[in-house]
């Protein structure tokens, strides 16, 4: 069974950075698209940043664009992601999901990633 975990979320003051960490486990995770998620309080959850299993490709969102940074390190089965510049309004809740296959596109529907952690808060407050 595979097991996605994040951690890495706290309060930080806007301008600040954080990286959030994925830790798999019960599987490769170099053969699982990852994907980065944020939902913001009262709104849906969406995507803001993935990461292919073929050729590490990367997408973000326009929000997540320049700031944040996605990376994998497969020999420790561990995903991150890097915010930078953080901003009020990426208060809320991360999540990170796996996809499984060899897959070029991660920019794919949420429900197509079928593992998911249960997500770090992140607050970001002056």
């Known amino acids: 069974q595979v097991q996605v975990v994040e951690s890495g979320g706290g309060l930080v003051q806007p301008g600040g950075s954080l990286t959030l960490t994925c830790a798999a486990s019960g599987a490769r995770l170099d053969n699982f698209n990852i994907g980065w998620f944020h939902q913001a309080p009262g709104k849906e959850r969406e995507r803001i940043s993935c990461?292919?299993?073929?050729?590490?490709?990367?997408w973000y969102s326009d929000s997540a664009k320049n700031r944040f940074t996605i990376s994998r390190a497969n020999a420790k089965n561990t995903a991150y992601l890097q915010m930078d510049n953080l901003k009020l309004e990426d208060t809320g809740v991360y999540y990170c999901?796996?996809?499984?296959?060899?897959?070029?596109?991660?920019?794919?529907?949420?429900?197509?990633?079928?593992?998911w952690g249960q997500g770090t808060q992140v607050t970001v407050s002056s």
């Open positions: 990461i292919s299993s073929t050729d590490d490709r990367t």
């Open positions: 999901a796996a996809r499984a296959g060899v897959l070029t596109d991660c920019a794919v529907k949420e429900y197509l990633y079928g593992y």
